[in-house]
């Protein structure tokens, strides 16, 4: 069982930016592809970002340029730091985990999530 546990959410103003965190319990973590995740409020969860272990990422077309994803392998962390930041991207920010994703399955490992809010 990997245990994620996110950090860094917050209230910003729009414009702003934030760096959230998430802290991975496997020690393989180099070889898994995290994913950032998001509910904005009456929404579905969504995707965000993610990153695999060749290196490659991926982002939503609504945070493109904005949000950048990055992993630091040594310490099994996950970040995604938001710039530019808009009230349309409040909500909770899961962080999840995944040896092999496949494609329109689910995540194997979540997080508990953190909220971030963007005030206008």
């Known amino acids: 069982q990997v245990q994620l546990v996110e950090s860094g959410g917050g209230l910003v103003q729009a414009g702003g930016s934030l760096r959230l965190s998430c802290a991975a319990s496997?020690?393989?973590?180099?070889?898994?592809?995290m994913g950032w995740f998001r509910q904005r409020p009456g929404k579905a969860r969504e995707f965000v970002s993610s990153?695999?272990?060749?290196?490659?990422?991926y982002y939503a077309d609504s945070v493109k340029g904005r949000f950048t994803i990055s992993r630091d392998n040594a310490k099994n962390t996950v970040y995604l730091q938001m710039t530019s930041l808009k009230p349309e991207d409040t909500g909770v920010y899961y962080c999840?985990?995944?040896?092999?994703?496949?494609?329109?399955?689910?995540?194997?490992?979540w997080g508990q999530g953190t909220q971030v809010t963007v005030s206008s």
């Open positions: 999840a985990a995944d040896p092999s994703p496949r494609i329109g399955a689910p995540y194997r490992y």
């Open positions: 990153t695999w272990s060749g290196g490659r990422t």
């Open positions: 496997e020690r393989t973590f180099s070889s898994y592809t």
